[in-house]
C-alpha cells in the first residue's frame, strides 16, 4: 500500500475506499485521532515523549499486527527515535476486541536543529524554512493475518532552544542620574 502524504498539520490523506475495507482500526489514545501530533517541542535535552495508540479488530478472527515506524526523511532518525512497548500486536478473535502500545518518541538535543523557523514577514511563506525543523512519517501496523497495512502519520516541529533561566529575582536599584539642559 502507497502511505499517506504527511501535511504540515500532520494529518494524512484518506483514501474513503479502504477505510471502509479496513480490517482494523488503529488511533492515538491521548486526541482519539488516527495521528499522532507531537506538537512544537523546544528541545533543552534528550528527552522521550509517550503515545499510546488502540488497535480495534475488525474481523471475527484473531489478528497479529507487526510494527514498524518510517520516516519521509530517513536522516529524521538521528534526532528522533522511535521505539515501541511490544514489536506485535495480538487481537483477540472477535470483532471490536481491541488492545493497545505505546510509541516512544526519543528525541536526541545535539541532532535537533536550531531554530529556522520564522514566525512573520516575507519568509513566513517559505515553507523549506519550516521543513528543516520537521521530522515526520508513519507508525505502520502491518496484520500478518491480511497482509494489509494501517498507517498512522505523526508529526513534529523539533527546534533546539537554550537553557536559559533567571539568576535572580530582583533588580538592582535604579540610581538617579543628573539631568542637565543644554
Known sequence: ????????????????????????????????????????????ADMTVQRTISIINLLDEVQEFSVQAVFRDPSDAAALQITFSEDRVLLGGNCNVNNSFDVNFHITANEVPTNHMTSGGQASHEFERLDMNEFDGWIVLTSTTTNKEISLPFHSILRRSADVSVGTQTLPALQSWPVQNF
Open 1 to 44: 500500500d502507497t502511505l499517506s502524504p504527511v501535511s504540515l498539520t500532520g494529518s494524512g490523506q484518506v483514501d474513503i475506499g479502504k477505510a471502509l475495507a479496513t480490517d482494523a482500526w488503529a488511533y492515538s489514545l491521548s486526541d482519539v485521532q488516527p495521528t499522532i501530533s507531537l506538537d512544537v517541542i523546544n528541545v533543552v
